[in-house]
């Protein structure tokens, strides 16, 4: 099973862009997804997660007003709606799925990751 990330690319400040992550095994359920971002030299950051079975989502404080995660479990697929981008959001952005919360030490799949740049 593969995580596939897209959506990422170059945006100017203020502006919104919706990542998708696809499981590309059609009999694959994962039970809790998130996504991450890392931007160079800093440490990987939790940004949201989303518990599959009822949908219960989690967005770190910090990034709530902007950010939103969904599901869309007939295609197997999580979004993450960023709005109101600053350049301080670029960075690389990682789709996982199979861990607790927002410990990315504690997932055991990841995405290749899409890169979000914003200026």
């Known amino acids: 099973v593969q995580l596939v990330e897209s959506g990422g690319g170059s945006v100017q400040p203020g502006t919104s862009l919706k990542l998708t992550c696809t499981a590309t095994?059609?009999?694959?359920?994962?039970?809790?997804m998130a996504w991450f971002r890392q931007a160079p030299g800093k440490e990987r950051e939790g940004i949201a997660v989303i518990y599959t079975q009822r949908g219960t989502t989690f967005v770190t404080p910090s990034l709530k007003d902007r950010f939103t995660i969904s599901q869309d479990n007939t295609k197997k697929t999580v979004y993450l709606q960023m709005n109101f981008l600053r350049p301080d959001d670029t960075a690389m952005y990682y789709c996982a799925a199979d861990g607790t919360g927002l410990l990315h030490r504690s997932y055991k799949r990841w995405g290749q990751g899409t890169q979000v740049t914003v200026s």
């Open positions: 095994s059609p009999s694959y359920r994962s039970y809790c």
